[in-house]
């Protein structure tokens, strides 16, 4: 973050998810040139007015967990203008993407973004092989021993990559996360979360759940239709959303897309 800003301005964070890069460069998932369609949003963002202070990706980062894939991926942000925190999604590779996409000084991974203010707690809600989400015994004890380390004063956000709630789709409903009793009992005991921020869902999401904003944006590549029953494309461009967070613990936040849907966007697919 940078040291020029004034007290009072806010931290600018942009999350951008669910790349599903493939394991060529040209190849194509539902008709979309994934890289192609990721590279435009890259590009839209850095041309931000008021540029980022971090970057959230919040999982599926790649669709072929190869190292191949991976490493292409490192190319593409580590030429990104401010620091970028990477989490897992239900179709990564947690152990290559630790080891062949996060470098350790722009391209980072861990449990907490402190910040001025605020602070960031990133979690691995992945099973493997399984597109379902679930908070270990492991990862429900960082989360604890994560907020127990963070000031009172401090203004939380929580994020992994699974909903922790049912959004109203009923295919996508069978791949929340698991075990979200045990999540909200945990934070329950911290008043100074605020909100909840996750991936998977590739659309625009702003709700309240309880004391908690939940929030998600576009996948990169292609949109899943809100309220579907079955397996459903949205023909919505992709984006990503910024978050602005202000010291008095309130944040503002919009999501922006791109101004087309990718080319070849296959809108009778039934999945995959």
């Excluded at 599903?20 to 007015?49: F, K, N, P």
């Excluded at 669709?63 to 401010?82: C, I, V, W």
Aim: with cysteine; proline share 8%; charged share 20%.
């Amino acid at each position: 973050m940078s040291s020029a800003r004034q007290p009072s301005a806010p931290i600018r964070i942009v999350q951008i998810t669910d790349f599903h890069l493939l394991a060529s460069e040209y190849s194509r998932m539902l008709g979309v040139e994934t890289q192609a369609s990721l590279e435009a949003v890259l590009e839209t963002v850095v041309e931000l007015r008021d540029p980022p202070d971090l970057f959230l990706l919040t999982g599926d980062l790649v669709q072929d967990p190869e190292a191949a894939t991976y490493r292409r991926l490192r190319r593409l942000l580590s030429e990104m203008p401010a620091p970028v925190y990477c989490l897992p999604g239900n179709h990564d590779d947690v152990g290559l993407m630790s080891e062949l996409l996060v470098d350790g000084r722009s391209i980072l991974q861990q449990a907490r973004i402190a910040l001025t203010g605020w602070d960031i707690v990133c979690l691995n809600s992945t099973i493997a092989n399984d597109p379902c989400g679930y908070l270990s015994d492991d990862e429900l004890a960082l989360l604890g021993r994560t907020l127990d380390e963070i000031p009172p004063a401090n203004h939380v956000l929580v994020s992994f990559h699974h909903s922790p709630v049912l959004i109203g789709s009923r295919w996508l409903d069978t791949m929340v996360l698991g075990n979200a009793d045990a999540l909200f009992a945990c934070l329950n005991r911290y008043p100074n979360v605020r909100g909840i921020i996750i991936g998977h869902v590739h659309q625009h999401l702003d709700a309240r759940f309880g004391p908690y904003r939940l929030l998600a944006c576009p996948s990169t590549c292609f949109q899943f239709k809100p309220l579907s029953r079955d397996f459903a494309l949205d023909p919505l461009p992709p984006g990503f959303r910024w978050l602005d967070l202000y010291p008095d613990g309130h944040l503002e936040t919009a999501v922006e897309r791109l101004v087309a849907v990718p080319s070849g966007l296959d809108l009778a697919s039934g999945g995959y």
